[in-house]
């Protein structure tokens, strides 16, 4: 057999896969599907509640930092678990916020609807205390998320100057 045919006959076959072809000025690309990850968390429907809630809302997490607030100015800690929490540092308030953290992530990774709300709730109280550790009042946080209103998360990413997010050594929100 010649050099050519040996050539010719180890040429592939003609791969299935689907060549692009450029849309004409004015035709919409057709919009790529999302993962099924993503499809499976939108297919997901409000569950029936898991707890009586009665007349609470969100109005708690503003109470829940004054009361927090009044144990730092207490210095109470005898009685108060935020004051003797705070009275061991700012590693030790941040640190049970992190503990707090992974607690939530595994019961959510495990479906665990209700383990979730419950460690929720424990995570948004070390939230508080470590706000109240740091000064932070809990208007400045509702002040920064009101400016993200409306900005989509992607959209925002999107835009970020390359440049000022390797100098900033951050991929996060300014
Ligand atoms: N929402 C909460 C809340 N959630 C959880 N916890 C406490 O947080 C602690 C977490 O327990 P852990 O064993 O994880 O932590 P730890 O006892 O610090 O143990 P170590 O990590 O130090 O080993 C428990 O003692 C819980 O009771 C809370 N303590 C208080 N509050 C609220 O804070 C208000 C003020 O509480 P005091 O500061 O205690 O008066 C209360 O009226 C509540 O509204």
Redesign the pocket.
């Known amino acids: 057999m010649g050099k050519e045919a040996g050539k010719s006959a180890k040429k592939k076959p003609a791969s299935k896969k689907r060549t692009t072809l450029p849309l004409p000025a004015g035709v919409p690309a057709k919009a790529k599907k999302p993962p099924k990850t993503v499809l499976k968390a939108e297919s997901r429907h409000l569950e029936p509640l898991d707890i009586r809630v009665g007349a609470a809302d969100a109005g708690v997490l503003d109470r829940?930092w004054g009361?927090?607030e009044a144990?730092r100015l207490s210095g109470d800690v005898e009685?108060?678990?935020?004051?003797r929490?705070m009275a061991r540092g700012t590693a030790k308030v941040a640190q049970?916020l992190g503990?707090e953290a992974v607690e939530c992530v595994i019961e959510a990774t495990q479906g665990h609807r209700q383990g979730t709300i419950l460690e929720s709730?424990?995570l948004l109280?070390h939230l508080m205390v470590v706000w109240v550790d740091a000064g932070i009042r809990p208007e400045e946080v509702w002040a920064e998320l009101q400016r993200r209103e409306g900005i989509s998360g992607i959209a925002e990413k999107a835009a970020r100057p390359k440049g000022i997010v390797r100098a900033a050594k951050t991929s996060k929100l300014p």
Not at 79 to 83: C, E, F, G, L, V
């Open positions: 829940l009361t927090v144990r009685n108060s678990h935020s004051a929490l049970k503990e709730a424990d109280y």
